[in-house]
């Protein structure tokens, strides 16, 4: 059960115009089921991505940094559930290629105009038979308002279907915004494949795409996923189609562009915490909170250090608070000169530990309060700067145990 | 159940000359239960000790590194279970000090001459007054054959006790050694306290000490346990009491000292592993060995990348040779300029993985077998230089969750 996660909501998923979506049951492992989406983009979209830092990226995503790098403009899309085609090595790189030729001659477009992605069980061959028996189904399929099933087509262990939408005035124009994500492997995120896909109809430059989609990735997907410390497949990308008829945003920092940014970080950080909310097992959602540091990076340290800390987690899966574990989290987290007795924590507004040691004020069944409750804001003040930043997280439970250790089965 | 664990053999337990070992019921957190242990050291004994990185180290680790660094030599230890005393800040190091001073006042020492060493809940206060109301029941209790006692005195969520023994050849003479441990929070060891003592009559000058005690610990507890990435109260302590009739030995490097080191690591390697066969819910004893790495550090950098991983642990509890999720931690290790298709991963002797890719000989069944084993050796190839390092992990298990959230209820 996903944490106050609720069904998307249909109004909200405008259609986008410049951009058509196909789903079909292609078996890629299992029958019937929704497992190849195909997203077609019309000429002159403006699209960018920011992919997993991890050194065994897989097949697709080394592909689609090559293929949103060279200036051909890309005009669709092909996601497969199933297999993440990661762990293959140079014939998992000519199976994704395949998939793109495959698709780009059914359109008439050159491969490196098609990007491909890929989640689901690692180190497996990409049954490219299988996805080139699908296209016609997926492309038969295809029409603006089909975002719903776009979010069902790209779920995997998910159990519910992650997407969202926003409008927002630029000058006189409306313009939409429509998003989708999937991923639960949450007890480390990081290791599981996320994906994101966020369009509108806005226009915008394709020099701007890369700092637009950099901005809302460090907003929203980042704030659970480590640089260096992400899953083989993790993407995210973001398309304007430039067919509203607003004047194209030549600056992020100009009134419009501010605009459609913050709408867009809105509906990215909704992706992005329905992720969460959706974690493997999941039976709360974690916002932790480091205060008082140097830099925003050891904030963030910190943070993740707590958020993985599977000791911390179980207790808040217990509902227990045993909140000596995040001092410790907060120990290990590798700051070397860190101050133990500058050192306070708060959980929601319970002031839980001062100066390193317990709050003589703090009672047992304050902590045990906050801790009942499904949404939590853990909070460390490190006492030693300026700096913040929050990250989020969920508890680890049995369902994650059983999760993972029957995905195969 | 421990995997491959049997109950201490009491003929391996030799009496260390020089040393006395009393445990009692003191109730400090529940009633009826093994929880103060004390440790009497005559006079002339060389000790020394390793404490973990954490910085949020708790009281009691504080001021073991105080005394140890005093010159007035360590006559006893004293060991609580049941509350770590960790997280507690001025007012726990005064509580613990206060432990060491009634010690002492017993025993005619100086406070400086007791090491101090709690294990149990962290932030919670210790309750000096039952401590004190132990002592003379652990002092009544005090004798030198009482090593098995002493393994149970030092248990908390342990589920079995863990002692060892050996004897060696010093020139003419035979030198006892004997240790315990306890820990079981594993699923990243640094997380739970572990504590080691490791005893022998052998004489060994206290100029040596410290060397021997971290070489000790770099081959035993301190693979399972990264620097800076530690519990709270994490403490290993080597004790050699100078009562066996040989020459006092100098140097490590000669034979007599490569002799006594080669076999107290035995022991201490028997104790370290230990641990992780009593992995809080753990069902299978991993090693982790990365070879072909530029640099040892490396190795273990990836090896415990591999470690931690939840995602690989519930495989293996599943005994799922779902592998890529290696691949995968492998791949988020933070070797920047790793090059995935140098990468070959072997399950025992089946080869699994090769650059990069699945090797095409590699059958299913043949991994599913291994994966069934209750021991399994885990080897990378990095590909990439000459180091290597091992280490130990075990599975995540439903128990483990039961376990950490049930704790302190």
Do not use: W
């Given at each position: 059960m996903a944490v106050n996660l609720p069904s998307p909501n249909p109004s909200e998923l405008h259609s986008i115009r410049g951009l058509r979506i196909g789903v079909t049951e292609a078996g890629i492992r299992k029958a019937n089921r929704k497992d190849l989406t195909v997203v077609l983009i019309d000429e002159g979209a403006s699209v960018s991505g920011v992919f997993t830092q991890n050194r065994f990226c897989a097949a697709p995503v080394q592909?689609?940094?090559?293929?949103?790098?060279?200036?051909?403009?890309?005009?669709?899309?092909l996601i497969n559930t199933g297999n993440a085609n990661a762990g293959t090595g140079e014939?998992?790189?000519?199976?994704?290629?395949?998939?793109?030729?495959?698709?780009?001659?059914?359109?008439?477009?050159?491969p490196n105009q098609v990007l491909p992605f890929s989640t689901g069980v690692i180190m497996e061959?990409?049954?490219?038979?299988?996805?080139?028996?699908?296209?016609?189904?997926?492309?038969?399929?295809a029409r603006e308002d089909n975002w719903l099933r776009a979010a069902e087509g790209i779920m995997t262990t998910d159990t519910i279907a992650k997407a969202f939408g926003a409008q927002v005035m630029i000058g006189d124009t409306r313009v939409s915004i429509t998003g989708i994500s999937k991923g639960a492997g949450m007890i480390r995120p990081n290791m599981a494949t996320m994906l994101g896909f966020l369009a509108t109809d806005a226009c915008i430059s394709q020099a701007l795409m890369h700092q637009l989609a950099t901005e809302l990735a460090d907003g929203s997907f980042n704030r659970f996923t480590v640089d260096g410390d992400t899953s083989t497949n993790d993407s995210f990308v973001v398309i304007a189609t430039n067919k509203a008829a607003h004047a194209p945003i030549e600056s992020l920092d100009s009134p419009e562009g501010q605009a459609l940014k913050l709408a867009?970080?809105?509906?990215?950080?909704?992706?992005?915490?329905?992720i969460v909310r959706d974690g493997e097992g999941a039976t709360k959602f974690i916002a932790?909170?480091?205060?008082?540091?140097?830099?925003?990076?050891?904030?963030?340290?910190?943070?993740?250090?707590?958020a993985h800390s599977p000791l911390v987690k179980t207790a808040?899966?217990?509902?227990?608070?045993?909140?000596?574990?995040?001092?410790?989290?907060?120990?290990?987290?590798?700051i070397d000169?860190?101050?133990?007795?500058?050192?306070?924590?708060?959980?929601?507004?319970?002031?839980?530990?001062?100066?390193?040691g317990r709050n003589p004020l703090y009672r047992e069944e304050d902590g045990q309060r906050v801790m009942k409750q499904s949404e939590i804001t853990v909070c460390v003040v490190l006492g030693r700067g300026d700096a913040y930043d929050t990250i989020w997280?969920?508890?680890?439970?049995?369902?994650?145990?059983?999760?993972?250790?029957?995905y195969r089965s």
């Open positions: 592909i689609c940094r090559e293929h949103i790098a060279s200036p051909s403009g890309i005009r669709a899309m014939d998992g790189r000519a199976r994704a290629l395949r998939t793109c030729t495959a698709l780009a001659g059914k359109l008439n477009l050159a061959t990409l049954p490219v038979d299988r996805i080139e028996a699908g296209l016609d189904g997926a492309l038969a399929d867009m970080l809105e509906v990215a950080r909704k992706l992005a915490q329905a932790i909170k480091v205060e008082g540091g140097k830099t925003k990076a050891e904030c963030r340290q910190v943070a993740y250090a707590i808040f899966f217990a509902s227990d608070p045993n909140l000596g574990r995040i001092l410790a989290a907060v120990g290990y987290a590798g000169d860190l101050d133990q007795s500058g050192i306070d924590l708060y959980l929601d507004e319970v002031h839980v530990a001062m100066k390193g997280t969920c508890d680890l439970s049995h369902d994650y145990v059983t999760i993972n250790a029957d």
